[in-house]
């Protein structure tokens, strides 16, 4: 992990984690990202779509967003990625606290093109809903020229897993209120299909098994 002041944790360092895979693990299970960044002036944060290729993570949109094109000119930018594993419940109000894993990678990102943009269209699609990619149609040359697709290399990060239990004082142990940990996960419902879906169509194989 770069040890640099900008990844170097300020706050509770001890839940720090310099484990690469555990990073890896994070952004393969997250589907959401907030990337900040200085535009025309201004600090933003945009939440988006995100997903990790080996040692990269990748992001998409417009080119007429007013937030992608500064990325795709290698503005220097921020990532932060957060999933909530549970909440913990203590026997005060200052001692409860979330179980989480959250990171937050800096860098700039490149943007792809050719076959590496259309590589990494579909490594998002499939990032999103394994097997999908195979199943749809390909993008088109209007499409793709209207499609930035963005490639940040995974190098500059800083990681915080909070994963304990509730740290009452004495005097609250020996107290009457309970304590302990609610758990929380991403779940996916039944795949439902759109109105316009012909007749004898299946729900494809990607849908179902992430519905299972």
Request: proline content about 6%; glycine content about 10%; cysteine-free.
């Amino acid at each position: 992990m770069d040890a640099v002041p900008r990844t170097a944790l300020s706050r509770l360092p001890e839940s720090g984690v310099d484990d690469l895979d555990a990073l890896h693990s994070l952004l393969d299970e997250a589907k959401v990202g907030h990337i900040g960044l200085m535009a025309d002036g201004f600090p933003v944060v945009i939440p988006t779509a995100i997903v990790r290729s080996g040692d990269t993570l990748l992001a998409h949109g417009s080119t007429g967003s007013r937030w992608m094109r500064p990325l795709a000119d290698g503005a220097d930018a921020s990532v932060a990625v957060t999933l909530l594993d549970g909440i913990v419940l203590a026997r005060s109000a200052f001692e409860s606290n979330l179980h989480y894993r959250s990171a937050v990678l800096f860098g700039r990102f490149v943007a792809l093109d050719g076959e590496a943009k259309s590589a990494g269209l579909d490594a998002l699609i499939d990032g999103l809903v394994p097997g999908r990619s195979g199943e749809i149609r390909r993008s088109s040359k209007r499409e793709l020229a209207a499609t930035l697709v963005l490639e940040l290399p995974i190098d500059r990060w800083s990681l915080k897993v909070s994963s304990s239990w509730p740290t009452d004082a004495q005097e609250d142990v020996v107290g009457d209120a309970w304590a302990g940990l609610i758990p929380a996960r991403i779940e996916y419902g039944r795949p439902l299909t759109a109105p316009e879906v012909r007749d004898g169509i299946p729900i494809p194989d990607s849908a179902t098994a992430l519905g299972r």
